[in-house]
C-alpha cells in the first residue's frame, strides 16, 4: 500500500511557475515510477508526465514538454512537477499517482494503483 499526498498548488498569473510535490509513504519500496496527471472541469483526465524510479527516464504530454519538468528525491519518497511558462489551459486539478508494477505505458492511467486526492492549479490571464 502506498499513501500519496500533493502539495503546492494555488493561483498564478499566465506565463508564471509553480511547483507540485508529491510525498509517497507506507509500502514505498514496492513503487516502481510515478506520473502527473491533470482534470480539467468538464474534460477526461490527461497525462501530464511520469519518472520512473530506477534510472530516472522520463516522459511528457506533448502539450507540457518543454514547459514542465518531473524529477524525484529519492532519499525523500518526493516526486516534483516544476511548472513554468504557465498557460491558462493549464488550470486543473493535478493527480499524483504511483505505479507498483512494471509498466512501459506511463502515459495511460491504468498503469498506476494509487493515486493522490488532488491540488487545484489555477492560472489567471
Given amino acids: 500500500q502506498v499513501q500519496l499526498v500533493e502539495s503546492g498548488g494555488g493561483l498564478v498569473q499566465a ?3 509553480l511547483r507540485l510535490s508529491c510525498v509517497a509513504s ?3 519500496s514496492s513503487s516502481y515510477a510515478m506520473g502527473w496527471f491533470r482534470q480539467a472541469p468538464g474534460k477526461e483526465r490527461e497525462f ?3 519518472i520512473r524510479w530506477s534510472g530516472g527516464s522520463t516522459y511528457y504530454a506533448d502539450s507540457v514538454k518543454g514547459r514542465f519538468t518531473i524529477a524525484r528525491d529519492s532519499a525523500s519518497n518526493t516526486v516534483y512537477l516544476q ?3 504557465l498557460k491558462p489551459e493549464d488550470t486543473a486539478v493535478y493527480y499524483c499517482a504511483a505505479s507498483i508494477t512494471w509498466r512501459l505505458r506511463l ?3 491504468p498503469a498506476y ?3 493522490g486526492q488532488g491540488t487545484q ?3 489567471s490571464s
Avoid: Q
Wanted: proline share 0%; net charge negative.
Fill in 113 to 115: 494503483d494509487f493515486w
Fill in 15 to 17: 506565463g508564471g511557475s
Fill in 107 to 109: 502515459w495511460e492511467a
Fill in 26 to 28: 507506507g509500502r514505498t
Fill in 121 to 123: 492549479v489555477t492560472v
Fill in 48 to 50: 501530464v508526465a511520469a
Fill in 83 to 85: 511548472m513554468n511558462s
